[in-house]
């Protein structure tokens, strides 16, 4: 199946830092969503984005398809990005396939 | 409108218990998906309900689990016979439509531990 991998594993950041955040995948897709697991572990809906660039307040977004790779950018950084950021893919079918996520820690 | 609901958030039981999760995924999503997260990991699949098609079991880890959907409605998967390995969180996740290129959207997840 589809390899998803996700760089850096783990991120400490000063509040008003800014970070970038990566997920290489190894097959085309027809889906590809960024989520953010708060502390309480609720998965809540970043962006999808299967190709192109989105913005969103502080976080944007960029796919690019052909070379396999998404790119999560978060600006001025506050203590409630905190948390697990996962990219999913969706080559075949339908189910999401997670990379192993990566654990920021925005400290004040 | 309302998100995806899951319940019970949390389930305590005893190994060799059978044990009940429910999902109400977004009115008029036909999709409906159900994950697992064990601590520290990412999600994996479990099962997956497309409408009145015949659900794709295929990430179900064993017989002991399985699942049922009413229509586009309201989903249950049961859990027989628990035990510590199936210790996890448990997602549910609903989309428009199953065709793997809608978004998904989650519900909060049952936490379920097996003693």
């Known amino acids: 199946g589809i390899q998803v991998e996700q760089s850096p594993p783990d991120l400490i950041l000063q509040e008003g830092a800014n970070s970038t955040l990566r997920c290489n995948f190894s097959?085309?897709?027809?889906?590809l969503q960024w989520f953010h697991q708060n502390p309480w572990g609720q998965l809540i809906n970043l962006f999808y984005?299967?190709?192109g660039t989105k913005q969103n307040g502080r976080l944007s977004a960029t796919t690019v398809a052909t070379e396999r790779y998404s790119l999560l950018y978060i600006s001025s950084s506050q203590t409630t990005d905190s948390g697990v950021y996962f990219c999913a893919v969706v080559s075949s079918g339908y189910a999401l396939n997670f990379g192993k996520g990566t654990s920021l820690l925005v400290t004040p | 409108g309302a998100g995806v609901s899951q319940s019970p958030s949390n389930k305590v039981t005893e190994k060799g218990k059978d044990v009940e999760l429910r999902c109400d995924p977004i009115?008029?999503?036909?999709?409906l998906y159900w994950y697992r997260q064990r601590l520290g990991q990412g999600l994996e699949f479990l099962i997956y309900?497309?409408?009145?098609?015949?659900?794709?079991k295929s990430g179900l880890p064993s017989d002991r689990f399985s699942a049922e959907r009413t229509g586009e409605s309201v989903s249950t998967l049961t859990i027989q016979r628990t035990q510590q390995e199936d210790s996890a969180v448990y997602l549910c996740a609903s989309s428009p439509a199953g065709t793997g290129i809608y978004e998904q959207f989650f519900g909060p997840g049952t936490r379920l531990t097996v003693l």
């Open positions: 097959d085309s897709v027809n889906n």
């Open positions: 009115s008029g999503h036909t999709a």
């Open positions: 309900f497309q409408g009145n098609s015949a659900p794709d």
């Open positions: 984005i299967p190709s």
